[in-house]
């Protein structure tokens, strides 16, 4: 059994950064795609980010790419968020997801298992 737990979420003004975190229990973290979504309230969850199980190869939004970074440590079954130049618009519950795959996919219907979510609010 596979489990996320985010962390990292908060309130920040608009321009403000912050760093997400999703640490994954399971020895095989490693050998797991990871990616981070976020749902806006009324909206369909949305993809963000995703990360190759080596971490050698990342995809963005294309409106979020230069301001979202993703990244993962793997000798701590951990990956990353870091948010800049965060916008009203990026208010949302943040989501990691873990893929048996060794693509690094955008289709959450490609995503095997999921955290319970971080709440990003940023004021204007």
């Known amino acids: 059994q596979v489990q996320l737990v985010e962390s990292g979420g908060g309130l920040v003004q608009a321009g403000g950064s912050l760093r997400l975190s999703c640490a994954v229990s399971?020895?095989?973290?490693?050998?797991?795609?990871m990616g981070w979504f976020r749902q806006a309230p009324g909206k369909e969850r949305e993809f963000v980010a995703a990360?190759?199980?080596?971490?050698?190869?990342?995809a963005y939004a294309g409106s979020l790419k230069g301001r979202f970074t993703i990244s993962r440590d793997n000798a701590k079954n951990t990956v990353y968020l870091q948010m800049n130049s965060l916008k009203p618009e990026d208010t949302a519950v943040y989501y990691c997801?873990?893929?048996?795959?060794?693509?690094?996919?955008?289709?959450?219907?490609?995503?095997?298992?999921w955290g319970q979510g971080t709440q990003v609010t940023v004021s204007s």
């Open positions: 399971g020895r095989t973290f490693s050998s797991y795609a």
């Open positions: 997801a873990a893929a048996r795959t060794t693509t690094y996919p955008s289709n959450r219907g490609e995503y095997d298992y």
């Open positions: 990360i190759r199980w080596s971490g050698g190869s990342t």
